[in-house]
């Protein structure tokens, strides 16, 4: 079992509601980046607390009872993880007294946005500006080239790590500055910081460490993110595993945990692939699972792409090389 996987469920099996599990996630999971990298000069934060010691009370008392947690994702339904994720640390900040504004607009005099702040937070030094950003890469280098985060595409090859992260940093943040934001924030901003979540994904799990200790200083990275395989939908059908689920996109957050009974067999696994691949060609993820004191446990995650994924990927770099 991956130790990030192994480590979250040891802290956290004892949480059954999955929207629960997913904040328990967001709230102390390691960032996608290492924050205390110069080459971020400051801009990247962990998530806020008042009291981290009462989170494990907290977080348990909110398993138990979760009603306001599901009104308000119930007021705010979407299928977009990000605004998911947005809605969750949005419950945690209401909840401690932390929030001061949350998708705060600025507009143009004709109407127009320019821009929207994700999380205005009230902290002893004055108006906290955090964007939040949960995403999910697959790491595809080019050849003869020294990797960078342009290399973590996303699933559907529509932006990089990289290019999120320019415009977190050059962009988002800098909001503030604005001539026009000054007229809708209640104050002024002591400080502008993201909050870059998420899973990163590897060809080779074999290899994954040999690269890390080669290549993490190159990127800024956190030696402690996330991550899983990248498989294609023919080399999962060589996969050794008895239980597995398909994970809808908004249980991509934490390691899956379900019930007995709830997992499948691979063969209803490929089956449902199949299903799906044959009118969509972006990717699923897939977490493999076993038994743990009752419980059923994601031990091993892998995103799954269409076999002609790493050649649409290459078509995607070269063009926007030109």
Do not use: C
Not at 76 to 98: K, V
Not at 230 to 254: H, K, M, N, P
Not at 270 to 296: D, I, K, R
Request: no cysteine; net charge negative.
């Amino acid at each position: 079992m991956y130790s990030a996987q192994a480590a979250f469920h040891q802290q956290w099996q004892h949480l059954h509601n999955p929207h629960v599990r997913a904040l328990a996630w967001m709230l102390t999971a390691p960032g996608l980046l290492d924050r205390q990298d110069a080459a971020w000069s400051g801009a990247l934060n962990v998530a806020t607390f008042t009291d981290p010691k009462a989170l494990p009370g907290w977080l348990g008392e909110l398993d138990r009872h979760p009603t306001p947690l599901l009104d308000l994702l119930q007021r705010h339904p979407s299928r977009r993880l990000g605004l998911y994720a947005e809605r969750l640390y949005e419950f945690y900040l209401t909840a401690h007294g932390l929030l001061s504004a949350h998708g705060l607009q600025v507009h143009d005099k004709g109407a127009g946005t320019i821009g929207e702040f994700d999380f205005l937070l009230q902290t002893s030094l004055g108006l906290q500006h955090v964007e939040l950003a949960t995403k999910f890469y697959l790491y595809h280098p080019g050849a003869n080239v020294r990797p960078n985060l342009y290399d973590y595409l996303g699933p559907n090859l529509a932006d990089s790590l990289g290019a999120k992260l320019h415009k977190i940093i050059a962009q988002q943040l800098q909001l503030s500055q604005h001539p026009l934001a000054q007229r809708v924030l209640p104050q002024a901003v002591q400080s502008a910081q993201a909050l870059v979540l998420g899973w990163l994904f590897y060809r080779d799990e074999q290899i994954v460490d040999v690269y890390w200790s080669e290549h993490a200083d190159m990127a800024g990275l956190s030696k402690e993110h996330y991550r899983g395989v990248i498989w294609t939908q023919s080399e999962v059908q060589a996969l050794d595993f008895g239980q597995a689920l398909l994970l809808d996109r908004l249980d991509w957050l934490a390691p899956a945990q379900v019930g007995t009974g709830m997992t499948q067999e691979k063969e209803v696994i490929l089956h449902g692939m199949q299903a799906y691949f044959s009118s969509s060609h972006t990717p699923l993820m897939l977490a493999l699972m076993q038994e743990n004191q009752g419980v059923m446990q994601e031990y091993r995650r892998g995103m799954v792409v269409p076999d002609n994924w790493f050649e649409q990927a290459d078509a995607v770099k070269q063009k926007r090389t030109k």
